[in-house]
């Protein structure tokens, strides 16, 4: 049975490394029906939108899609798709491991963490007034007088709103990431001793789903000391569990804990539908060089099969990747210590050991 699986190239770097990962994936023996499907730029020039209604009815369609970087086009209006993906499809969990490869030059060893970052709500959702509009002073009129506070009327305002559902669905989501992957902990991260009702609500229901998993450890910590911990002692934690903010920034740390862009997967589910995708972006100055390391996007596939049920295929994936980067003959310019090759080799070579 063949999977079907929408695929969007992207633009910039991402159709190339698209391909190099089609490579790999194909490599494992299993079948992909592969519905192409266009978003970013392109889409912006063939269809008027850099996010088609037929890419949207695709991924409802298949369930899974796999996605190369977009660049977001400045100054028409249209925040980022990645952004629109989010909210259309309901993909409200944003899934980022960070596990250190030896190869790849960092300052650390033996990382091998997870962020579960909420995607939906928080400072995300976009309710923003301008400092000095009519509204902005209704606004802080009306918090001045329910609040008993006293907010300059200079001020900008951005509201972070927490709902039960939201705080909930996503400490479920890590529990159950765990127990299928076989993670021994949970940390839930935030700051409900300054912000009660929204952190607090945070923290009060993690604890309250945590009862559900008795067999998956559970902690919780601030954010500020966390940012400390995983720097300090990043051994000490498994899977970290995280509001939208908090694990925007987080995720980019424990990347930079691992290396960076280059090799760092990522993934956005839902309930009805998961969007795989590398955390980094198009690099439109090396697009079409053929140069770009396809790593985290290689990874970012393996990430998939782990989520279709494939994760035999999923282990020899990582494993060839690991491999080659360790010995370092084929790999891009960004990981060699020597001679490099390029985007289509390094997978290729990596496509070799996967079969075998
Ligand atoms: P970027 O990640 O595209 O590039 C920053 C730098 O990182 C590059 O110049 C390059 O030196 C390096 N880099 C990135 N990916 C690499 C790879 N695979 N191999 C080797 N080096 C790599 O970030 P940016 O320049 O801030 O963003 C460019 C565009 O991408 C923007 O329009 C941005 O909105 C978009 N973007 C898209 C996504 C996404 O689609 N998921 C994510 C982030 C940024």
Same mark, same amino acid.
């Given at each position: 049975?063949? !999977?079907?699986?929408?695929?969007?190239?992207?633009? &910039? +770097?991402?159709?190339?490394?698209?391909?190099?990962?089609?490579?790999?994936?194909?490599?494992? &023996?299993?079948?992909?029906?592969?519905?192409?499907?266009?978003?970013?730029?392109?889409?912006?020039?063939?269809?008027?939108?850099?996010?088609?209604?037929?890419?949207?009815?695709?991924?409802?369609?298949?369930? /899974?899609?796999?996605?190369?970087?977009?660049?977001?086009?400045?100054?028409?209006?249209?925040?980022?798709?990645?952004?629109?993906?989010?909210?259309?499809?309901?993909?409200?969990?944003?899934?980022? $491991?960070?596990?250190?490869?030896?190869? /790849?030059?960092?300052?650390?060893?033996?990382?091998?963490?997870?962020? /579960?970052?909420?995607?939906?709500?928080?400072? !995300?959702?976009?309710?923003?007034?301008?400092?000095?509009? $009519?509204?902005?002073?209704?606004? +802080?009129?009306?918090?001045?007088?329910?609040?008993?506070?006293?907010?300059?009327?200079?001020?900008?305002?951005?509201?972070?709103?927490?709902?039960?559902?939201?705080?909930?669905?996503?400490?479920?989501?890590?529990?159950?990431?765990?127990?299928?992957?076989?993670?021994?902990? /949970?940390?839930?991260?935030?700051?409900?001793?300054?912000?009660?009702?929204?952190?607090?609500? !945070?923290?009060?229901?993690? %604890?309250?789903?945590?009862?559900?998993?008795?067999?998956?450890?559970?902690?919780?910590?601030?954010?500020?000391?966390?940012?400390?911990?995983?720097?300090?002692?990043?051994?000490? !934690?498994?899977?970290?569990?995280?509001?939208?903010?908090?694990?925007? +920034?987080?995720?980019?740390?424990?990347?930079?804990?691992?290396?960076?862009?280059?090799?760092?997967? &990522?993934?956005?589910?839902?309930?009805?539908?998961?969007?795989?995708?590398?955390?980094?972006?198009?690099?439109?100055?090396?697009?079409?060089?053929?140069?770009?390391?396809?790593?985290?996007?290689?990874?970012?596939?393996?990430?998939?099969?782990?989520?279709?049920?494939?994760?035999?295929?999923?282990?020899?994936?990582?494993?060839?990747?690991?491999?080659?980067?360790?010995?370092?003959?084929?790999?891009?310019?960004?990981?060699? %210590?020597?001679?490099?090759?390029?985007?289509?080799?390094?997978?290729?070579?990596?496509?070799?050991?996967?079969?075998?």
């Amino acid at each position: 049975m063949a !999977y079907a699986v929408t695929l969007i190239p992207g633009d &910039g +770097i991402g159709p190339e490394l698209t391909r190099a990962m089609v490579t790999v994936l194909e490599a494992t &023996g299993l079948q992909f029906d592969w519905d192409q499907q266009e978003a970013g730029i392109d889409a912006l020039t063939n269809f008027g939108t850099p996010l088609p209604e037929a890419t949207l009815a695709s991924v409802r369609r298949t369930g /899974v899609g796999i996605k190369g970087p977009t660049t977001t086009p400045v100054g028409i209006g249209f925040r980022s798709v990645n952004v629109a993906l989010r909210l259309s499809l309901d993909l409200y969990a944003n899934l980022r $491991p960070a596990r250190t490869m030896t190869g /790849v030059k960092s300052r650390f060893e033996n990382i091998d963490l997870v962020v /579960v970052r909420e995607n939906t709500e928080d400072l !995300y959702c976009g309710i923003e007034f301008e400092r000095g509009q $009519p509204e902005t002073l209704t606004v +802080i009129e009306a918090l001045n007088r329910a609040s008993g506070k006293q907010i300059s009327p200079t001020a900008g305002i951005s509201i972070k709103p927490f709902t039960p559902a939201a705080c909930e669905r996503i400490v479920r989501f890590a529990f159950e990431y765990s127990r299928k992957n076989n993670r021994k902990k /949970v940390t839930a991260v935030h700051k409900a001793n300054i912000m009660k009702f929204t952190d607090g609500l !945070y923290l009060e229901v993690a %604890r309250q789903v945590a009862l559900d998993y008795p067999d998956i450890a559970f902690e919780d910590r601030i954010v500020d000391n966390m940012c400390m911990q995983l720097v300090q002692k990043p051994e000490l !934690y498994d899977v970290l569990v995280l509001p939208n903010l908090y694990g925007d +920034i987080i995720s980019d740390l424990t990347a930079g804990l691992i290396g960076g862009l280059g090799v760092a997967p &990522g993934a956005n589910l839902g309930d009805n539908c998961a969007l795989f995708e590398a955390i980094h972006g198009s690099a439109p100055k090396y697009a079409g060089q053929d140069k770009v390391n396809p790593t985290a996007l290689i990874l970012t596939g393996a990430l998939m099969l782990r989520h279709l049920g494939e994760t035999e295929a999923a282990e020899r994936v990582e494993t060839a990747v690991a491999e080659v980067i360790r010995e370092g003959k084929a790999v891009t310019y960004d990981l060699a %210590r020597g001679q490099s090759v390029g985007t289509q080799a390094m997978a290729q070579a990596i496509a070799q050991r996967v079969q075998g």
